[in-house]
């Protein structure tokens, strides 16, 4: 996620079905692909391209996840919990 661009975001924004495209290089295992977008999220986040160079982070990944640490009230969980737990949980839960 942190190493998403708004060049990236731009693009997707302008298919007919929406869908961001991952290059190897920017892949945790190196791997091409494509991954799709809900054309209401490509709505929500056009504001966010307004005014961004290409090349600028779209995400404040690390902020994110500080964020997440101290909000102890979203999360009614009494063990270690990690950024990656919210990816495991939309996949589980988008299955």
Known sequence: MSKLTVGQF????????????IKSSRDK?????????????VNALQPLLDGR????AMLAYNSFNQWIKRQKSIFH???HF???????FAKRYRD
């Open 82 to 88: 990690v950024l990656g737990d919210l990816r495991k």
């Open 77 to 79: 969980i009494f063990s």
């Open 29 to 41: 295992i190196k791997m091409e692909h494509y991954v799709s977008v809900h054309t209401l999220v």
């Open 53 to 56: 160079g290409e090349n600028a």
């Open 10 to 21: 731009r693009a997707t924004s302008q298919l007919e079905k929406p869908a961001l495209h």
